[in-house]
């Protein structure tokens, strides 16, 4: 899913002080349950930052609901 991916890049970014080039390496995403007609909260909570990858988990709630209706973790190489 592009929302995660971008919302990792994001988190990386921030948790290294700054954008550098990086790329996906792995993505697995679970969907729960169908998200239509509402905005999606997105939080990433890094679970490994190391000098050439990074480690995360996402969860994508629709606004308003308390259930998680997508997860996912990916894999990031950092190029710089």
């Known amino acids: 899913m592009a929302a995660a ?3 990792t890049v994001i988190a990386v970014s921030s948790a290294r ?6 790329t996906t ?3 697995s995403t679970t ?3 169908p998200m239509i007609g509402k ?9 490994k930052l190391g000098r ?4 995360s988990e996402i969860t994508l709630t629709p606004d ?3 259930e998680p209706a997508a997860q996912a ?4 190489a950092i190029l710089a």
């Open 5 to 7: 991916d971008t919302a």
């Open 73 to 76: 973790s990916t894999v990031y």
């Open 17 to 22: 002080g700054g954008f550098v080039p990086m």
């Open 31 to 33: 969907f729960q349950r």
């Open 64 to 66: 308003g609901a308390t």
């Open 39 to 47: 905005d999606v909260l997105i939080e990433v909570r890094i679970t």
């Open 25 to 27: 390496v792995q993505q």
């Open 52 to 55: 050439t990858l990074a480690f």
